[in-house]
Each structure stands twice: as structure tokens, then as C-alpha cells.
């Protein structure tokens, strides 16, 4: 059975730097893994993603430049490393894992992805 267990998250002021982690376990087919979160009263966001394959990739506008999305441990642990956090980044996140490529499974979709775990928690204070 698939599992994907986050961790990481906390609170944090405006400015400074936070990484989370996802650690996956059970094999399962997932050429495209990434973050998506959900503030609270809104919805969830995809945030980022990376083809397991070859490393690229893909952010939405308002974390590009400042969240970076990797994997390591033989691409069974991925992170986002959210540097120069705001306010506005304040949600719950999640690690998800697509059945697509990325090229197919839009980062704006990640919220929709196959498998996710159960969040991890992000507080930004002004």
C-alpha cells in the first residue's frame, strides 16, 4: 500500500525559510510528484511538481523564484524548500503523486493527483 507522510511544516515569519519533506512508501507508478496546499476558506492550489524522471520542474507564478521542489534517497523523498515566505503562504500542504507524466497532470492540477497524504501545516506570521 502506497503512502505518502509529510513533515516539516511549523511556523515561520515573513522572510524566512521553511522545508518540507515527503516520504513515500509502497511502489506505485508515479512519474510526477508535487505540492499543492489549501488556506484556510480557499481552495487547494497546486504549488509545484517534478518529473521523477528527469528532474524538471514546474511552479505556479506566486512561489516561482522562492519555493524549489526536489527529490533525493533514490526518489523516494521529496521536499519543497520555501524560502522568502509570506503571509499569503500560509496553508495547509500536501505531497502528491501522479499517474501522468507532469507534461500531462498540469501543475495547477496537482490538488487532483492520484495520491496524497495528509498535509502538514504552514503559519506565516507578518
Known amino acids: 500500500q502506497v503512502r505518502l507522510v509529510e513533515s516539516g511544516g511549523g511556523s515561520v515569519q515573513a522572510g524566512g525559510s521553511l522545508r518540507l519533506s515527503c516520504a513515500v512508501s509502497?511502489?506505485?507508478?508515479?512519474?510526477?510528484m508535487g505540492w499543492f496546499r489549501q488556506a484556510p476558506g480557499k481552495e487547494r492550489e497546486g504549488v509545484a511538481t517534478?518529473?521523477?524522471?528527469?528532474?524538471?520542474?514546474y511552479y505556479i507564478d506566486s512561489v516561482e523564484g522562492r519555493f524549489t521542489v526536489s527529490q533525493a534517497n533514490g526518489k523516494n523523498t521529496l521536499f519543497l524548500q520555501m524560502n522568502s515566505v509570506k503571509p499569503e503562504d500560509t496553508a495547509m500542504y500536501y505531497c502528491?503523486?501522479?499517474?501522468?507524466?507532469?507534461?500531462?497532470?498540469?501543475?495547477?492540477?496537482?490538488?487532483?493527483?492520484?495520491?496524497r497524504g495528509q498535509g502538514t501545516e504552514v503559519t506565516v506570521s507578518s
Open positions: 502528491a503523486a501522479a499517474a501522468s507524466p507532469c507534461t500531462l497532470a498540469p501543475v495547477e492540477h496537482a490538488a487532483s493527483y492520484t495520491y
Open positions: 509502497g511502489y506505485i507508478y508515479r512519474p510526477c
Open positions: 517534478i518529473d521523477i524522471d528527469n528532474g524538471s520542474t
